[in-house]
């Protein structure tokens, strides 16, 4: 079975532009969740969906946003980027038993 | 506020011998436990958790114990191999949701 696999890896931005980036969960895998991980800071939550819905939101602004397609890929858009987005962000993938997470490698985002 | 906390960034063993990762949390209300494992470039990738109701589970080499009194966690590892050498994320469920916290990871090297 593959794993959770994120696009692009590496992207770098410069400030005010906006990201999108990608996440395809294991096959079967209905919820996905976000995070930010920052030196420091360890991983923070962004949000989780769960068939096409938002179902938990963790405390970042607006500017923050996904969704999640019926296929449960998923998307996170990142507008008006900011120098301190600059992070690894992390997807992770659940089946119906929320209690283990296999996350993909994370995207690497570098806003300048 | 940083409700899971480990308040040990960094963490030497010898080969063989017990590693013994702490984490403490604030939350009471906290229903499962889960702990990571991540190599630089990779994402997070599962080791072990434990249930609010259990005090004690146990995987191979890897055991974790809960102390609901203390709100503290611990894993340890027995023998440390090299290969271990990593960081190590505790993470904590908020009950009813699908939304974890994570700890600010603890860098564990083994040395040969």
């Known amino acids: 079975k593959a794993g959770v696999t994120q696009t692009p890896r590496y992207l770098i931005k410069t400030r005010g532009q906006q990201v999108t980036l990608s996440c395809s969960p294991i096959?079967?895998?209905?919820?996905v969740s976000w995070y930010q991980q920052t030196p420091g800071q360890g991983l923070q939550f962004l949000f989780e969906y769960f068939s096409e819905t938002q179902r938990n939101k963790g405390n970042f602004p607006g500017r923050f946003s996904g969704r999640q397609f019926s296929n449960s890929r998923s998307e996170m858009n990142v507008s008006t980027l900011e120098l301190g987005d600059s992070a690894l962000y992390l997807c992770a993938s659940s089946s119906t038993s929320p209690e283990t997470q296999y996350f993909g490698p994370g995207t690497r985002l570098l806003v300048l | 506020d940083q409700q899971v906390k480990q308040n040990s960034p960094s963490l030497s063993v010898q080969e063989g011998r017990i590693s013994i990762l702490n984490c403490d949390y604030t939350?009471?209300?906290?229903?499962?436990f889960l702990w990571y494992k991540k190599y630089p470039a990779e994402g997070p990738t599962f080791l072990i958790s434990i249930s609010s109701i259990k005090d004690k589970n146990e995987d191979g080499r890897f055991t974790v114990f809960l102390n609901k009194s203390a709100k503290h966690l611990s894993l340890h590892i027995v023998p440390s191999q090299p290969g271990d050498s990593a960081v190590y994320f505790c993470a904590a469920r908020a009950p009813g949701t699908y939304k974890y916290i994570f700890g600010t990871g603890t860098r564990l090297k083994v040395l040969a």
């Open positions: 096959s079967g895998h209905r919820s």
């Open positions: 939350n009471s209300m906290f229903d499962y």
